[in-house]
T-cell receptor, first 111, second 115 residues
């Protein structure tokens, strides 16, 4: 079983809709959670971090964390074609500063 | 700030040749990470350094891979001899323990093709 699981997609949503990306993790002691966006042919770029249960909002992005259920999600409101990318979930456990990445979910926002 | 700098951006080599990838972290960052990304395996951590000292190299696939960080502004990842299965995008990332060590900033990557 992979430590961080994501549906590979593609997840296709129409422009203006809400895109919901999900991630589950296996290490219960994980403390920090991150969402990276990676455009095709580019490097991962940090867009959100979340450390405590609940929601964290930043513009059109909302990260949600539920440690009891071991899942973290990313909501993108008013999706735009420019949001089309692969979204990587990353988790930091108790192993120093190492991040474990999920396989990523490819999001396609259609005009 | 120039961000994390990697060179070369693209490398094509033949099986058996030595490959050296280079990375300059963001100035002031004390953590440096080397990752490999493939379609099959996703993004994998190979090794990371703290204050130029290797902390965890459990992700290094085999003895053909080695990494060094002789000073705070330079690191290399070497593959010798290279094999076709080493073809991947290799990313270097850095972070600052004072600002949140898990926030990693990635370089543009080196696309390696071993023929």
């Amino acid at each position: 079983q992979k430590e961080v699981e994501q549906n590979s997609g593609p997840l296709s949503v129409p422009e203006g809709a809400i895109a919901s990306l999900n991630c589950t993790y296996s290490d219960r002691v994980s403390q920090s959670f991150f969402w990276y966006r990676q455009y095709s042919g580019k490097s991962p770029e940090l867009i959100m971090s979340i450390y405590s249960n609940g929601d964290k909002e930043d513009g059109r992005f909302t990260a949600q964390l539920n440690k009891a259920s071991q899942y973290v999600s990313l909501l993108i409101r008013d999706s735009q074609p420019s949001d089309s990318a692969t979204y990587l979930c990353a988790v930091n456990g108790n192993a120093g500063n190492m991040l474990t990445f999920g396989g990523g979910t490819r999001l396609m926002v259609k005009p | 700030d120039a961000g994390v700098i990697q060179s070369p951006r693209h490398e094509v080599t033949e099986m058996g040749q030595e490959v050296t990838l280079r990375c300059k972290p963001i100035s002031g960052h004390d953590y440096l990470f080397w990752y490999r990304q493939t379609m099959m395996r996703g993004l994998e951590l190979l090794i990371y350094f703290n204050n130029n000292v290797p902390i965890d190299d459990s992700g290094m696939p085999e003895d053909r891979f080695s990494a060094k960080m002789p000073n705070a502004s330079f690191s290399t990842l070497k593959i010798q001899p290279s094999e076709p299965r080493d073809s991947a995008v290799y990313f270097c990332a850095s972070s600052n323990s004072g600002l949140g060590m898990e926030t990693q900033y990635f370089g543009p990557g080196t696309r390696l093709l071993v023929l």
